[in-house]
């Protein structure tokens, strides 16, 4: 019996809830708040029905002193093509979709050439068990937990037994990847994510709507 220990739980505060006029005070909160991750949704109008914003945004944000770990989402029909830009403007971690065709091994291998941490993500209609011998080429393993391509949607429970048999496979092949989950999360879903394994959440409206940021991310931290 393997007896990994979970990771520490991580808020990552989705900026595509913030303040598109002043993305750099959003950012600012995200610190503020006492955080270290910030989770950024690229979208291409293809992939997903949503257009977001591109590299430059994360350049922008870097020469604006952000040191935070840039958890970068590709929603992208061709992510491996703006892999370099992203590493260049400041990623810390890049994620790319399973769902398109393209070479998923070289790709995640490219990702941690450029210098950062890669990420495997998953649509609600997509199985767990496609993304299975991928399971030790990553650092993170993102489940959506809505449709992508819109901030503001409801949590979908039915993805608790994806992330359940995340976990233990996690657990029982002795890999260490973080189990990340995305869309609709407040602190209930949570930590209903975490009892199924999750360490790892984004939180877009919840965050940015919240009264009071920093209890919102330290109850998180206690989970
Ligand atoms: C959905 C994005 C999410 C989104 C989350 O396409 O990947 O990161 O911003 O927003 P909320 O937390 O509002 O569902
Ligand atoms: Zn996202």
């Known amino acids: 019996m393997c007896t990994h220990p979970m990771h520490a739980p991580i808020l990552a505060p989705s900026l595509l809830a913030g303040d598109h006029a002043n993305l750099a005070a959003s950012t600012a909160l995200v610190a ?3 955080l270290t991750w910030l989770h950024l949704d690229i979208m291409d109008g293809h992939f997903v029905p ?32 703006y892999l370099e830009p992203f590493a260049k403007a400041g990623a810390s971690l890049i994620s790319i979709h399973i769902e398109p065709a393209y070479d998923h091994p070289a790709a995640l291998a490219r990702i941690r050439t450029l210098g950062c941490q890669n990420g495997i993500v998953l649509n609600p209609g997509t199985p767990a068990a496609a993304i299975e011998p ?6 993170l393993v993102l489940v959506m937990t809505v449709q992508p391509g819109f901030g503001g949607q409801s949590f979908r429970a039915d993805m608790l037994p994806k992330l359940r048999q995340l976990d233990q496979w996690r657990t029982a092949r002795g890999l260490d990847f973080r189990l990340e989950v995305d869309g609709g999360i407040d602190l209930a879903h949570a930590a209903a994510c975490r009892a199924a ?25 206690r989970m």
């Open 134 to 139: 991928l399971l030790g080429l990553v650092d």
């Open 32 to 34: 503020a708040a006492g």
């Open 197 to 221: 394994g999750a360490d790892t959440f984004v939180a877009g409206t919840s965050f940015f709507r919240a009264a009071d940021q920093p209890a919102f991310a330290a109850a998180i931290a």
């Open 50 to 81: 949503n257009l977001s914003f591109g590299p430059e945004v994360l350049a922008a944000l870097r020469r604006a002193g952000s040191k935070l770990f840039f958890d970068t989402h590709l929603m992208l029909d061709e992510p491996h093509r």
